[in-house]
C-alpha cells in the first residue's frame, strides 16, 4: 500500500494531506469522446434537438462539474480554481463531439481530477441532450491529456 498515497499504514481509506505543500501553479487538461450516429451529428450541428444547443449547456455543465468534483469524488480536496474552460468540437469524420477541458489553480493539489469530472460531465451532458433520438450512444476515450506543477512533474500524453 506504500505506493498508493490514498491509504493509511493500516490499510483504510484517507485524504492525503497538503499542509505542508507550498501552493504552485497547476494546470490539467482531459478529454472525453462521444461517438453518436449521422441523424444525431446532424441535429447537434443544426441545432436541431428540442433540449438546444447541445455544446453550448455541455461547456457549462463541463465547467460546473469541474467545481462540484470534491462532492463527487471522496479523496479529492476542494481547490479553488482559478480557471475553468471547454472546448467541444465537432469531427464529422468521426461522428463525435470531441470535448477538451482545461483547469487552473494555484494551489497545494493538482486539478487533473477537476479536467477529467469537467470533460466527463460535458460529455454525459451531450448523452442527455441526445438520448431521446439515440440511445446508443458510446462515450468514450476519457483521459487526462497533459498536467503541470506538483511534486510529480508534468505529464503530456502522446496521441
Do not use: W
Not at 505543500?21 to 428540442?50: C, F, H, M, W
Not at 487533473?112 to 450512444?137: F, S
Amino acid at each position: 500500500m506504500a505506493d498508493f498515497t490514498h491509504f493509511n499504514n493500516d490499510g483504510l481509506a484517507r485524504m492525503v494531506d497538503v499542509g505542508d505543500k507550498s501552493p504552485t501553479r497547476r494546470t490539467a487538461a482531459a478529454g472525453a469522446r462521444v461517438l453518436v450516429n449521422k441523424e444525431t451529428y446532424d441535429l447537434i450541428k443544426s441545432g436541431g434537438l428540442k433540449k438546444g444547443d447541445v455544446l453550448g449547456v455541455a461547456q457549462v455543465a463541463g465547467i460546473m462539474g469541474s467545481k462540484r468534483t470534491p462532492d463527487l469524488i471522496p479523496m479529492c480536496h476542494p481547490v479553488i480554481t482559478d480557471s475553468a474552460d471547454l472546448s467541444l468540437k465537432l469531427s464529422e469524420s468521426e461522428l463525435s463531439v470531441e470535448i477538451t477541458a482545461t483547469v487552473s489553480c494555484t494551489g497545494k493539489t493538482g486539478v487533473e481530477m477537476e479536467a477529467l469530472t469537467a470533460a466527463t460531465t460535458a460529455a454525459l451532458t451531450v448523452y442527455d441532450m441526445c438520448k431521446a433520438v439515440q440511445r446508443d450512444i458510446v462515450i468514450s476515450d476519457i483521459r487526462l491529456l497533459k498536467k503541470t506543477g506538483g511534486v510529480h512533474g508534468d505529464f503530456s500524453r502522446e496521441e
